[in-house]
């Protein structure tokens, strides 16, 4: 039931964000207990957003946790925002690195231009993360 549920929501997220335009429109994932079975933990819940550089900014400041570049290393290395931890989303061990990151921690993830940062949001909802915010646009957008 879990999986099927998962696997649902992932689908019509997956449908949200296939639009050529990138809004500010927020997809949001919560589950309980009741609804991923007996065996789980109590309350599982799950936020799936993404955040234009304002939002993006403003929620980093007032509910800290892992800020993440999956840029390659290169493109860390020209600028990224302050505090970041870069994990190259082309690394082959990218989702074995993931695994060391705080599942409870809120991840606020970026890219470039926001293609790379929604894919790794993808892989986090997976692995079960319970927070992910995604930055629209990319590093491309932030002004600051």
Same mark, same amino acid.
């Given at each position: 039931? *879990?999986?099927? =549920?998962?696997?649902?929501?992932? %689908? /019509?997220?997956? &449908?949200?964000?296939?639009?050529?335009?990138?809004?500010?429109?927020?997809?949001?994932?919560?589950?309980?207990?009741?609804?991923?079975?007996?065996?789980?933990?109590?309350?599982?819940?799950?936020?799936?957003?993404?955040?234009?550089?304002?939002?993006? *900014?403003?929620? =980093?400041?007032?509910?800290?946790? %892992? /800020?993440?570049? &999956?840029?390659?290393?290169?493109?860390?290395?020209?600028?990224?925002?302050?505090?970041?931890?870069?994990?190259?989303?082309?690394?082959?061990?990218?989702?074995?690195?993931?695994?060391?990151?705080?599942?409870?921690?809120?991840?606020?993830?970026?890219?470039?231009?926001?293609?790379?940062?929604?894919?790794?949001?993808?892989?986090? &909802?997976?692995?079960?993360?319970?927070?992910?915010?995604?930055?629209?646009?990319?590093?491309?957008?932030?002004?600051?």
């Amino acid at each position: 039931m *879990k999986t099927t =549920l998962i696997i649902g929501i992932m %689908t /019509l997220f997956i &449908v949200s964000c296939s639009s050529n335009e990138q809004s500010p429109e927020v997809t949001e994932l919560s589950f309980t207990s009741d609804q991923v079975g007996q065996n789980d933990v109590d309350e599982v819940k799950q936020i799936a957003k993404n955040l234009s550089a304002d939002e993006f *900014k403003d929620k =980093l400041q007032h509910d800290p946790g %892992t /800020l993440l570049d &999956v840029r390659t290393p290169e493109e860390f290395a020209e600028g990224a925002i302050e505090g970041a931890l870069n994990i190259d989303y082309y690394a082959s061990d990218f989702q074995i690195q993931l695994k060391t990151l705080d599942k409870k921690v809120p991840v606020y993830v970026y890219c470039r231009s926001g293609g790379r940062s929604k894919r790794a949001l993808d892989m986090m &909802v997976e692995m079960g993360f319970h927070e992910i915010y995604a930055l629209i646009g990319g590093y491309s957008s932030w002004p600051y």
